[in-house]
């Protein structure tokens, strides 16, 4: 079982709230993923870490942002939320080493914004 | 353009019965070769990791082969399960960065039958 973590699993929120989603691991990973999933359709990766103070925009453009203050914290924040928004995001974590060992992910958080 | 395609796209088997599914791919530099298991509303879980030089890797029931030339995969269940019903995943990393950066497909959804 993979120690990575995310809450909340399930988010209902107005138009124009402000939303942070977390995710947490335990395993000291220096890599750190947020992936987007539509319904039926691939993980698009939209934001990604190489440790602590390195945050990267991934393949899918997003207007959600990131940090990495800790290595084992990686909250996305999404400043005025949207119905667009609306999509489970996986939170996903590697070990270090220039070919990518292991992606362990997290259980995912539902958004749906109303 | 790096893409991986999975067939087919659904899949309804009965209980105790074999499947195979396919992937595809077209990334290059060709890093190594997962699969994972997602259940419906939980992130993806490993099932096997494959490198180049890999052929065929067993994990239980599911049996994965690798023809690293023609650059195709398959991942076979045997005697499957009502629990083998989730979403199969086949994804293709490369090692034409630090990042290793994953590409996803878009998953084969499998329904096992009583």
């Known amino acids: 079982e993979a120690d990575i973590y995310q809450t909340p699993r399930y988010l209902v929120i107005g138009t124009g709230k402000k939303i942070t989603l977390e995710c947490s691991q335990t395993?000291?990973?220096?890599?750190m993923y947020w992936y987007q999933q539509d319904p039926g359709m691939e993980l698009h990766l939209i934001h990604y870490?190489?440790?602590?103070?390195?945050?990267e925009k991934g393949d899918l453009s997003s207007e959600s942002t990131v940090s990495r203050i800790r290595t084992e914290h990686f909250p996305l924040t999404l400043e005025s939320a949207r119905p667009s928004h609306t999509s489970q995001y996986l939170c996903?974590?590697?070990?270090?080493?220039?070919?990518?060992?292991?992606?362990?992910f997290g259980q995912g958080t539902r958004l749906t914004v109303v | 353009k790096n893409q991986v395609e999975q067939s087919p796209q659904s899949l309804i088997i009965l209980e105790g019965k074999n499947c195979t599914l396919q992937?595809?791919?077209?990334?290059?530099?060709?890093?190594?070769l997962r699969w994972y298991k997602q259940d419906t509303g939980r992130g993806p879980v490993s099932l096997t990791i494959?490198?180049?030089?890999?052929n065929t890797k067993s994990n239980g029931r599911y049996t994965a082969t690798l023809d690293a030339d023609t650059k195709q995969s398959s991942l076979h269940i045997t005697a499957s399960q009502l629990s083998d019903s989730a979403s199969y995943i086949c994804?293709?990393?490369?090692?034409?960065?630090?990042?290793?950066?994953?590409?996803f497909g878009r998953g084969t959804q499998l329904t096992v039958w009583p």
């Open positions: 996903a974590s590697s070990e270090r080493g220039p070919l990518m060992g292991e992606a362990f």
């Open positions: 395993m000291g990973h220096d890599k």
């Open positions: 870490s190489y440790g602590v103070n390195s945050t």
């Open positions: 992937c595809n791919y077209t990334v290059s530099p060709f890093s190594n």
């Open positions: 494959m490198t180049f030089s890999e």
């Open positions: 994804v293709v990393s490369d090692r034409g960065s630090t990042l290793g950066r994953l590409y």
